[in-house]
């Protein structure tokens, strides 16, 4: 069965031009909405399909290049693909400048023409993960350490580098007690490690973090939550 959308594409090209094209257009091809995703660092482009919607016998290619350049590069492993993304986290491993991304179809030997995203800065841009948290319980007393989450990247060591290396992160942490259901806030700033004291004996703890980045007023979701019973 004909997708809606699909259907909706062929009525209004019948309608406008009177008869049904047997080959789609260079315009209908074209690929729609192309931008960049960008999640610690991990940039992947994704774009949809043209109006002419022909899917299985459309296929992709892929450039990129940095702001300023002339020079066009193509991205091989997305060279003739039939995925709508394409993951160019090397090709914009330089975080604070700003890159391009374009694409193109071919269908039945016609090439649409080229769409381009908008100017991708990763830095500005990409979203944050929340911590990794670890509790554990010490002497009636919560000890809480985080993590930020890690890039893309190694660093000298041959390790993942955290996010820290390109951002000052506050830490947020909450407490719930299970019994009330209520969440309280005890601590906010730049230590991975806090302890949370004065807790209720023979009660049930929760504990969550997010993460805030004061440059770009931006917040992380909450993490997820790590139980612990106070004996």
Known sequence: ???????????????????????????????????????????????????????????????????????????????????????????????QEAYYGRVRTTSAGTHSGWTMTQRFTPWWETKIDPPILNVTQVNGSLLVILHAPNMPYRNQKGKNASMENYYDLVYRVFIINNSLEKEQKVYEGAH???????????????????????????????????????P
Not at 61 to 74: A, E
């Open 1 to 95: 069965m004909m997708p809606k959308r699909c259907f909706l594409g062929f009525l209004i090209s019948f309608v406008l031009t009177g008869v049904v094209e047997t080959q789609p257009t260079r315009e209908s091809l074209k690929p729609q909405k192309v931008h960049f995703q960008s999640q610690n660092f991990h940039n992947i482009l994704h774009w949809q399909p043209g109006r002419a919607c022909v899917r299985n016998s459309s296929v992709y290619f892929v450039q990129y290049k940095m702001y300023g350049q002339r020079q066009w590069r193509n991205k091989e492993d997305c060279w003739g693909i039939q995925e709508s993304f394409c993951d160019l986290t090397n090709e914009t491993s330089d975080v």
């Open 192 to 230: 991975r490690v806090v302890e949370i004291e004065a807790l209720a004996p023979h009660t049930g703890y929760c504990v969550v973090a997010d993460i805030y980045q004061p440059m770009l007023d931006r917040r992380s979701p909450k993490s997820e939550e790590r139980c612990v019973e106070i």
